[in-house]
């Protein structure tokens, strides 16, 4: 039996092979695409989602999983942890924290423990990832819940988008109505931190906005060794270019590159860019 089990949801965006290799449980959140539901990275891939974006299919919206699905999977590894950590997207932007609630008080044969992780995409999945790897080593839950609160104080997602129509027809995000008509090569720039989205600027250009991403992380980021996740929706290309300017510039203990889930991709649209990390004492 184990210590602790892990649990959280699709925004964090994981690669499968550390999925698998931590025994991380992925509740899926849900993408509604014309009259069909899909489940955030299982019944939908993201490319098969960017495409149907790209051809101009939907409309389309997300939702959290249902209480009744972390219930499910809390009342299934209730048989094989002593515990279990749920770790999910902020509730500023997402109801899957009071789903998750709810349903961890209708389970009562262990102590599960949920937590706000503050950000989303690899910066949700680095708390997860630090939660599982103490978990993996046999951790006490003492133990995984203070370094996930450690990651979580350091934790930074810096990100341009294309426009920001669709963070906020997602209702993520509030702006000034000029800031949503259409400007030549002007690309807005975001932080993510402490479940607190923002917009910090504006960049002319992708270029330019990738190489702000570059100098907010130089001026955001510790001393010690980086953690750091790269993302794009649907920019492949420049999401290389800009993960061989991090691997470059900084000193990285671990360096990935994530495409955004369905559900992420929804709300930060085609041609995102970003870059989450948290540093080492």
């Known amino acids: 039996m184990h210590e602790v089990a892990v649990v959280t949801d699709s925004a964090a965006n994981l690669p499968a092979e550390l999925v698998r290799q931590y025994h991380i449980h992925v509740v899926p959140l849900w993408l509604r695409l014309g009259e069909r539901l899909y489940r955030d990275q299982v019944d939908i891939t993201a490319d098969e989602f960017y495409r149907r974006l790209r051809d101009g299919k939907g409309p389309f919206s997300t939702s959290q999983p249902s209480v009744g699905e972390f219930v499910e999977v809390y009342q299934r590894l209730a048989e094989q942890a002593r515990a279990i950590v749920s770790i999910h997207l902020p509730k500023k932007l997402s109801g899957t924290l009071s789903s998750a609630m709810a349903a961890a008080r209708q389970v009562s044969s262990l102590p599960i423990r949920i937590v706000d992780s503050g950000s989303a995409c690899m910066g949700q999945g680095f708390v997860v990832l630090a939660a599982a790897r103490l978990a993996a080593a046999g951790a006490s839950l003492t133990d995984v819940v203070e370094k996930m609160r450690e990651v979580i104080s350091r934790v930074q997602l810096l990100a341009t988008l294309d426009t920001l129509e669709y963070v906020v027809r997602g209702g993520r995000l509030s702006v000034a109505a000029n800031l949503l008509r259409p400007a030549l090569r002007v690309k807005p720039m975001l932080s993510l931190q402490a479940g607190q989205l923002r ?21 955001r980021a510790h001393s010690g060794p980086l953690h750091v996740a790269v993302f794009h929706a649907d920019a492949l290309e420049r999401a290389e270019h800009l993960r061989q300017a991090v691997a470059e510039r900084f000193y990285c203990a671990e360096l990935h590159l994530t495409t955004l889930t369905p559900v992420l991709g929804a709300h930060g649209g085609p041609g995102a860019l970003g870059v989450t990390f948290y540093w080492e004492e």
Do not use: S, V
């Not at 917009?199 to 001026?219: F, N, S, Y």
């Open 199 to 219: 917009i910090l600027g504006l960049a002319r250009g992708r270029a330019r906005a990738a190489h702000r991403l570059l100098e907010l992380m130089t001026e």
